[in-house]
């Protein structure tokens, strides 16, 4: 009887073993399978890795030979500058000046639509003095970005088709739409900046003064401001009919509302030919420089 149940037991035993050395042997099975995956895996990683590192070299690659290429035609034209010689048949040579362009950061004072359209204008104008391929101005104006314009424009690029980088107005409008609206007021400031009467009719030399009064909100002008900036770019025929404030206008002789001002000039200047506007430029009468936080007006 001892015997019959130390055999069962035995038998017993040796089904617990083989059981669990089928446990085993499965469990090494997976994780030889789990290896196999681990190695597949990283050797993904390391083709994508390489392929990236790739192309990142093949774009530094690039940008280095698109330096080496700029530095050779300013070295070719001097130092900063470059001359290209332009002749009328072989005489008067006249010699055209190349300026580089400052780089632009799009940050600061930078930061406006006129900051943006000067740049890439000055770009455009130096690419063009100095002979560089229209299909590489983008590769060449990325070496004039700076700070939050170069990152901006360097991860666009990443996500834009080929055809797309190379493609100027693309690149023009890129900068625009980004850092064109960071001071509203600066393009306005821009604008006023240069206006003059000039060869304008009185009465758009005031729509486009009362344009610019309107369109800078942050620190807008007093009315003694814009009474002496608008006088500044009156031409002197008209300037001499209005220098004064008539009675019940101003006071003493000396205006104090600027609209009443304009509109006063814009009657006046019926009786002058071409209702105010000068016949050829003329130079400009007076200047006025930015306002400041501590600009004072008339009184």
């Given at each position: 009887m001892f015997q019959k149940q130390l055999r069962r037991a035995l038998e017993n035993a040796e089904g617990l073993l083989l059981l669990l050395l089928l446990l085993l042997l499965t469990l090494n099975h997976y994780l030889v399978v789990l290896r196999m995956l681990t190695l597949v895996m990283l050797t993904?990683?390391?083709?994508?890795?390489?392929?990236?590192?790739?192309?990142?070299?093949?774009?530094n690659a690039e940008l280095r030979r698109a330096y080496a290429q700029q530095k050779e035609v300013l070295t070719s034209r001097g130092e900063l500058p470059g001359k290209v010689d332009s002749s009328d048949d072989g005489h008067n040579k006249q010699s055209v000046?190349?300026?580089k362009p400052k780089p632009f950061a799009g940050q600061g004072d930078m930061?406006?639509?006129?900051?943006?359209?000067?740049?890439?204008?000055?770009?455009q104008l130096f690419f063009q003095l100095s002979d560089v391929p229209k299909a590489k101005w983008v590769l060449h104006a990325r070496l004039y970005l700076e700070?939050?314009?170069a990152d901006?424009?360097?991860?666009?690029?990443?996500?834009?088709?080929?055809?797309?980088?190379?493609?100027?107005?693309?690149?023009c409008a890129?900068?625009?739409?980004?850092?064109?609206?960071?001071?509203?007021?600066?393009?306005?400031?821009?604008?006023?900046?240069?206006l003059k009467q000039g060869m304008l009719p009185a009465a758009e030399y005031v729509h486009k003064m009362r344009y610019c009064f309107n369109g800078i909100i942050e620190l807008p002008l007093s009315d003694g401001e814009k009474v002496e900036r608008f006088m500044s770019g009156l031409n002197a025929p008209l300037k001499r009919l209005v220098v004064t404030?008539?009675?019940?206008?101003?006071?003493?002789?000396?205006?104090?509302?600027?609209?009443e001002l304009m509109s006063y000039a814009v009657l006046q200047a019926r009786a002058l030919p071409n209702a105010g506007a000068a016949s050829h430029a003329v130079p400009a009468v007076g200047s006025v420089g930015l306002k400041t936080a501590s600009a004072g007006g008339q009184k």
């Open positions: 993904l990683q390391v083709q994508t890795r390489g392929r990236t590192d790739l192309l990142s070299l093949k774009q000046q190349a300026r930061g406006s639509a006129g900051a943006v359209r000067r740049s890439t204008d000055s770009l700070g939050l314009a901006d424009v360097n991860i666009a690029m990443r996500t834009m088709p080929d055809s797309d980088c190379s493609d100027w107005p693309k690149l890129l900068l625009s739409i980004r850092f064109g609206q960071i001071d509203p007021d600066t393009e306005f400031w821009d604008q006023l900046r240069d404030a008539p009675l019940g206008m101003g006071r003493n002789g000396r205006w104090l509302d600027a609209d």
